[in-house]
C-alpha cells in the first residue's frame, strides 16, 4: 500500500470517527432541546442569567471594597456615597 492510499485511509478513518460522534452528539442535543418547551427554555434561561448577574456584581463590589481599602476609605464613607 502506498502512501498516498494509506493517508486516504487514513482520512476516511478519521472522519468516519468524527462525523459518527457529531450525530450523536447532535441527535442528543436535539432530543434534549425536544424535551422542553420554549417557555421552560425562558425559565432556565433567566434563572441562569439572574444567578450570573448576583455572581458578576458580587464580584465588583468585592473588587471595588478591595480598592476602596487600599485606598484609606473606609466601608461606612462608600455605603453612604452609593445609596
Not at 22 to 48: D, H, K, N, P, R
Not at 49 to 56: E, H, Q, R, S, W
Amino acid at each position: 500500500m502506498g502512501l498516498v492510499e494509506r493517508l486516504i485511509l487514513d482520512l476516511s478513518n478519521w472522519l468516519e470517527r468524527h462525523i459518527t460522534n457529531l450525530s450523536y452528539s447532535m441527535s442528543v442535543l436535539v432530543a434534549t432541546c425536544g424535551a422542553m418547551t420554549l417557555q421552560e427554555w425562558m425559565y432556565v434561561t433567566g434563572i441562569a442569567v439572574a444567578i450570573g448577574t448576583f455572581f458578576v456584581n458580587w464580584h465588583y463590589r468585592r473588587k471595588t471594597a478591595r480598592i476602596l481599602k487600599d485606598l484609606g476609605i473606609r466601608q461606612r464613607i462608600y455605603e453612604e456615597t452609593n445609596r
